[in-house]
């Protein structure tokens, strides 16, 4: 068990993978309490990230969500229930 939040895990992850040159994740779960998807705790199910990436060059917008959904994916497996992306 680690002792990094969801955030900061998802956020290693996205540095580690997509090499960006600006990354902000934000827990934004406590804002969707009772909305589908969520746990109870206010924490761990509905994430913001900011990106930009090189990766991303020359891409259009749906593949450059893919390269975020892709590196998440075992996230997301684990009960992240929606990834807002937001490509800088």
């Known amino acids: 068990m680690t002792d990094l939040s969801l955030a900061q895990q998802m956020h290693q992850t996205l540095a ?5 040159t600006s990354l902000e994740v934000l827990d ?3 804002a969707h309490a ?7 705790t206010g924490f761990g199910t509905h994430f913001r990230v900011r990106i930009s990436s090189p990766l991303f060059t ?4 749906v593949a450059q969500h893919r390269l ?8 997301i497996d684990q009960g992240v229930h929606a990834l807002a992306i937001e490509v800088l």
Request: hydrophobic letters at 30%.
């Open 16 to 20: 580690q993978r997509l090499v960006p």
């Open 28 to 30: 934004e779960s406590a």
């Open 34 to 40: 009772g909305h589908a998807g969520a746990n109870g």
């Open 58 to 61: 020359g891409k259009p917008r």
């Open 68 to 75: 975020v959904y892709d590196s998440l994916q075992e996230f």
